[in-house]
Nanobody, 118 residues
């Protein structure tokens, strides 16, 4: 069974940093692209960052470019989101995700809350 477990969320001051982790199991992690999404209250879920299974052709939402970095460890089956220069508008629940084409399914973690406030 596919499992995605996020951790590392919490409270940060504007300009501060947080590092999110997502531990994956139940599938061949190294074969799939991984994603971070976020959802703020009363807003649509948006893709924040993605990383391919091989290489470093990462992509980011315009709102986080230059501040956030996605990375993966295919030995530890973990994907990370390093968030720097945090802004109050980054406040949201952050989810990691994987899409498995053969099953026509996208899988989600439980989410981790990030709050940026002074």
């Amino acid at each position: 069974q596919v499992q995605l477990v996020e951790s590392g969320g919490g409270l940060a001051q504007p300009g501060g940093s947080l590092r999110l982790s997502c531990a994956a199991s139940g599938f061949t992690f190294s074969a799939y692209a991984m994603y971070w999404y976020r959802q703020a209250p009363e807003k649509e879920r948006e893709m924040v960052a993605s990383i391919p299974s091989v290489g470093d052709l990462t992509s980011y939402a315009d709102s986080v470019k230059g501040r956030f970095t996605i990375a993966r460890d295919n030995v530890q089956n973990t994907v990370y989101l390093q968030m720097n220069s945090l802004k109050p508008e980054d406040t949201a629940v952050y989810y990691c995700s994987v899409y498995v084409p053969v099953r026509k399914l996208r899988y989600w973690g439980q989410g981790t809350q990030v709050t940026v406030s002074s």
